[in-house]
């Protein structure tokens, strides 16, 4: 988004991964890097009802992402959370 707005992209974009993901997987990957937790229902959980077609927006920023980037996010997300809540 940023990319778009600095450098004056004019046109209508899907914002978003591009990448098929669920959020139990994501939840998953949080609860990992924070080291404790569980996800007590998933059955309410809708399962990628779409994934947004970003090619548009791939050509314009020149951004790689991945399932495997967006799961190590969440994980270094979970750690710092983990490392603020022991005050470190």
Known sequence: ???????????TYNIGSGIKISLEEICGSLINGYGSGLIKDCDNLFNDQFVLDTSNLS???K???TKEIILSYAYSVGKQLKEKSNGI
Do not use: D
């Not at 940023?2 to 004056?8: A, D, K, R, V």
């Open 1 to 11: 988004m940023e990319s778009l707005i600095t450098n004056g992209i004019v046109g």
């Open 63 to 65: 951004l790689s992402i």
């Open 59 to 61: 050509k314009v920023i």
